[in-house]
């Protein structure tokens, strides 16, 4: 299956979640925490379609392949699941943690990405925020 359709279909929210510290941090590429690309601007959050989605492994792969980024530092958090659709398609959402010790910077900066905590994404369109409201209360309620 080719890479573009793979991800023209999905999107990927990368963070890195600090257990000791509590912090957590998501991963902002230029305007959006949905990679590697944002979400089409009428997107709005719907139940999941029938019939299946692509497998997550293969979506996190190609993304990270995309964008470059190291697939040993990185696991999906299949207890996340989020659907949105747009126009005639639907894009699911998933969620993968970097498994680092400390947020790696190095990671996303020559992506001009940058770890941020939700309290600083308010500018986000309003979905992106409602899918990282989804996610802190996945992470911190564990």
């Known amino acids: 299956m080719p890479t573009n359709d793979l991800l023209e279909r999905n999107r990927l929210i990368l963070c890195h979640f600090d257990s000791y510290s509590t912090d957590l941090r998501f ?11 944002p979400l089409p601007e009428n997107a709005q959050m719907c139940a999941a379609p029938t019939g299946t989605g692509d497998l997550p492994a293969e979506v996190l792969q190609a993304a990270l392949e995309k964008l470059g980024m190291d697939s040993s530092q990185v696991v999906l958090d299949d207890a996340f699941q989020a659907w949105l659709s747009a126009d005639t398609t639907s894009v699911q959402v998933h969620l993968a943690r970097f498994t680092t010790f400390e ?12 770890f941020k905590p939700i309290s600083e ?22």
């Open 121 to 142: 994404l308010r500018g986000l369109p309003m979905a992106e925020l409602i899918l990282l409201r989804q996610v802190f209360t996945l992470i911190m309620g564990a």
């Open 27 to 37: 991963v902002r590429i230029n305007s959006t925490v949905l990679l590697p690309a």
């Open 103 to 114: 947020a790696p910077h190095d990671a996303v900066a020559h992506h001009g990405g940058v």
